[in-house]
């Protein structure tokens, strides 16, 4: 928060004004979109009333501690909050101000952050087998290992959000088996495109 010195610098004795508090609300990792809400001050900070908010600032940048460079004014004083949207990924970090009628401003809140990350690339659209063996997966010491155990049709549709190693899971249903009796593994994947 400012000292009451520095505010009597520019105000000749008006009281300052606490900081608000801010609180991030995350997304998921790699989303855009960052939600700010804050508390709003009631108080001066010599301990008077604050009668005159007026608004709050969001201001935020890449640096731990600022310089802050980029600001949004919420100008509505019942609106402690903001939604930033379009973040590019990175470390962001955001602070808020108060501020009253006659535009004193607070000093900076706590500092909230938040890492955005690139979104993961979609799994390919409308994938078929390309190679008509089918595998099982077998567990070995540090090591997953294919093993052949049928075919499936041209055109059979593979799940393409479940993959290893390259293969995707194709329908147990699908496959004609190499040996005609014995247990069916539960999983079978085969190479998709």
């Known amino acids: 928060m400012k000292s009451n010195v520095y505010c009597e610098r520019f105000l000749a004795g008006a009281p300052c004004l606490i900081a608000?508090?801010?609180?991030?609300l995350c997304a998921p990792?790699?989303?855009?979109?960052?939600?700010?809400?804050?508390?709003?001050?009631?108080?001066?900070?010599?301990?008077?009333?604050?009668?005159?908010?007026?608004?709050?600032?969001?201001?935020?940048?890449?640096?731990?501690?600022?310089?802050?460079p980029a600001v949004i004014d919420e100008t509505?004083?019942?609106?402690?909050?903001?939604?930033?949207?379009?973040?590019?990924p990175g470390d962001w970090f955001f602070v808020s101000t108060a501020y009253n009628v006659?535009?004193?401003?607070?000093?900076?809140?706590?500092?909230?952050?938040?890492?955005?990350?690139?979104?993961?690339?979609?799994?390919?659209a409308n994938l078929t087998v390309s190679d008509f063996v089918v595998y099982t997966i077998v567990k070995q010491k540090d090591k997953?290992?294919?093993?052949?155990?049928?075919?499936?049709?041209?055109?059979?549709?593979?799940?393409?959000?479940?993959?290893?190693?390259?293969?995707?899971?194709?329908?147990n249903d699908d496959v004609r088996w190499t040996s005609p009796t014995g247990p069916r593994p539960l999983v079978v994947v085969a190479k998709c495109s």
């Not at 004193?104 to 993961?120: G, M, R």
């Open 29 to 68: 990792l790699w989303a855009a979109d960052v939600t700010l809400s804050c508390t709003a001050p009631t108080q001066n900070t010599d301990g008077t009333p604050l009668t005159d908010l007026d608004g709050f600032k969001f201001y935020y940048g890449n640096t731990q501690g600022g310089p802050y």
């Open 102 to 124: 006659a535009g004193v401003e607070s000093d900076f809140s706590n500092e909230a952050s938040k890492t955005i990350v690139a979104a993961p690339p979609n799994p390919p």
């Open 76 to 88: 509505d004083e019942t609106k402690c909050g903001v939604i930033i949207f379009g973040l590019v």
């Open 20 to 24: 608000a508090w801010l609180l991030l």
């Open 144 to 171: 997953f290992v294919l093993l052949a155990i049928g075919t499936v049709a041209a055109g059979t549709t593979c799940n393409r959000n479940e993959s290893v190693n390259g293969h995707y899971v194709v329908p």
